[in-house]
T-cell receptor
């Protein structure tokens, strides 16, 4: 099946710094990519939807200036957590789909902000 | 917005037992996905069900979609410790926007 990778798999950073997470579709062109956040023992929460070449659409309650999303190519989307705080610590998962096909998930990135 | 309700919330079974997880939608299902997640890891796609009473199998896991009831069930036969994890159902919203929503997940523990 289709493969989606995320990098890094885990990151620890100091409060106030910015962290960039990459999401890549390895063997297909991802016209749409989704970014999710997962809290412990909770379901996935959709943060934003991004289409290649256009601005991301953020879900209600998600700060677009804090969670910067760039979908510059059909195989790469990045999520930058700016001025990270301990409450931003979480598990971030991206998914990608080509057209109306099944979405495939990345392995996730665990962020810990000290 | 579309809401998905999963039941049970958690499940503990003895190895070899069969089990069923249900996913009920508040609105019409345009596509229903089942995923498995190992604790702290990403999601593994199991199968996708389209409209019309479809049924699919993945190894010892079978999922059915009953569109009239807006419900899907995931059935595991002769469970094994390797089946342990969180099972999530997801669905595409109506209107073709393909923005998925998810249930809250069912945590499965299989005792050897």
């Amino acid at each position: 099946g289709a493969v989606v990778s995320q990098h890094p798999s885990r990151v620890i950073c100091k409060s106030g710094t910015s962290v960039k997470i990459e999401c890549r579709s390895l063997d297909f062109q991802a016209t749409t990519m989704f970014w999710y956040r997962q809290f412990p023992k909770k379901s996935l929460m959709l943060m934003a939807t991004s289409n290649e070449g256009s601005k991301a659409t953020y879900e209600q309650g998600v700060e677009k200036d804090k969670f910067l999303i760039n979908h510059a190519s059909l195989t790469l989307s990045t999520l930058t957590v700016t001025s990270a705080h301990p409450e931003d610590s979480s598990f971030y998962i991206c998914s990608a789909r080509e057209g109306a096909q099944t979405q495939y998930f990345g392995p996730g990135t665990r962020l810990l902000v000290l | 917005s579309q809401e998905l309700e999963q039941s049970p919330q958690s499940l503990i079974v003895q190895e070899g037992k069969n089990l069923t997880i249900n996913c009920t939608s508040s609105k019409t299902l345009y596509g229903l996905y089942w995923y498995k997640q190992k604790y702290g890891e990403g999601l593994i796609f199991l199968m996708m069900l389209q409209k019309g009473g479809e049924e699919k199998s993945h190894e010892k896991i079978t999922a059915k979609l009953d569109e009239k009831k807006q419900q899907s069930s995931l059935h595991i036969t002769a469970s094994q410790p390797s089946h342990a994890g969180i099972y999530l159902c997801g669905a595409d919203s109506s209107g073709g926007s393909y923005i998925p929503t998810f249930g809250r997940g069912t945590s499965l523990i299989v005792h050897p």
